[in-house]
């Protein structure tokens, strides 16, 4: 940018030159914004000068009465100094000069107004940076706000909502829970309806047994008529009845429905007099675990009275029905077998596609084949 100094001397130079020549100067017009600007500074200035004259002729007054007071011979008494204190201290001001005073204050407050910066400066704000997933969000919230608006509900984001929502899933819970406790209570009801009717046509067949019979026929008479309504895993006969463990057909076909390898086992105790002392169901994990070891031992016990010859290759058979064989091992004492259960077998391909665990069984036996056991390892 050129210097001020550089433009005037050149300006001064064209004047000249036009004045030697006898050059016209093409001066331009006034503009209209200009002529305002100049009249209003001018109205500025007289208002100024009239101000100044006010304040001159009120000093002027001013002086004259402290004259007059400080007279003695003008007879004003002493009190009035306490009134004239203000005036002489200069605290005093005239009306016209607070107004005139105010009314510069009002215009120049509108010229000399600047924006307020800090010190440091006001910064640049940094935008933020979105990511995929936050856009899928926001979207996402944006259209479920848009579908509640439209279906006349209320927004998702209400927590009202929410609460509201969670009492009912509540309520809702606990009323299928009470729903299928009634319905256990029902079907268990329903359970040992059955088994008194059981029970009564045993009595019946034993009192048409004419001839003596031993214990274990008595066993299988009442084995026989309550496999009618559930397998039985074992029964034991004590002083005062019988102690039976059953699984009822109805809950061990819902246990495969949900694919649940644990058996559903009710401890029935029976009384001397053939009747129904206590039905209920089994809940101990301990007695559930040997229930299920000597469900296994039945089914193998069951498959052996079948084959003709005990042997080795009948024992294994027994097995196979029951799940398969990993290992098979002849020990001092007789055999060793390890196998897995087909029940098992199917849950872990089917569920867990196949990963462990691999839930096993250790069956052992002695030369003999007459004392066997099941233990799961």
């Known amino acids: 940018m050129e210097d001020k100094n550089v433009i005037s001397i050149r300006k001064l130079a064209v004047i000249e030159r036009a004045k030697a020549l006898g050059i016209p100067l093409n001066k331009p017009e006034t503009s209209e914004l200009e002529r305002q600007a100049r009249e209003w500074k001018g109205r500025e200035e007289a208002k100024k000068v009239e101000d100044q004259s006010q304040e001159s002729n009120f000093q002027g007054d001013l002086q004259e009465a402290e004259s007059v007071i400080s007279d003695p011979a003008s007879g004003i008494r002493d009190e009035g100094d306490v009134g004239l204190g203000m005036w002489k201290e200069g605290n005093y001001h005239s009306p016209s000069g607070s107004k005139s005073s105010a009314s510069e204050t009002e215009i120049h407050e509108g010229f000399d107004w600047k924006p307020y910066r800090s010190e440091q400066g006001e910064g640049k704000k940094k935008p933020r940076n979105l990511n995929n997933a936050s856009v899928s969000r926001i979207a996402r919230k944006i259209m479920a706000r848009e579908w509640a608006a439209a279906l006349g509900n209320r927004s998702p984001d209400n927590g009202q909502v929410i609460i509201e929502r969670e009492a009912e899933k509540q ?21 040992r309806t059955a088994l008194e009717s059981a029970l009564r046509v045993f009595g019946r067949n034993l009192l048409n047994i004419t001839e003596p019979v031993n214990p274990e026929a008595i066993e299988t008479l009442l084995e026989n008529t309550l496999n009618g309504i559930g397998e039985i895993i074992s029964m034991s006969w004590e002083a005062d009845g019988c102690r039976i463990l059953i699984e009822p057909w109805d809950e061990k076909r819902m246990r495969k429905e949900k694919e649940e390898t644990s058996p559903v086992v009710f401890e029935t105790i029976i009384d001397d007099s053939m009747n129904i002392a206590s039905y209920q169901k089994m809940e101990d994990p301990d007695m559930i675990r040997q229930f299920r070891n000597d469900m296994h031992l039945k089914r193998i016990l069951n498959a052996l009275k079948k084959s003709f010859l005990l042997d080795i290759l009948a024992f294994e058979n027994a097995i196979a029905e029951g799940g398969r064989i990993i290992q098979s091992m002849k020990m001092d004492g007789g055999w060793k077998i390890k196998f897995e259960p087909w029940e098992e077998m199917r849950k872990r391909n089917i569920e867990r596609k196949g990963k462990p665990p691999v839930v096993t069984y250790v069956v052992k036996a002695n030369k003999g084949f007459n004392d066997i056991s099941c233990e799961r390892i």
């Open 171 to 191: 309520r809702q819970k606990k009323v299928a829970e009470r729903e299928q406790k009634e319905i256990e209570e029902q079907r268990l009801q329903k359970q």
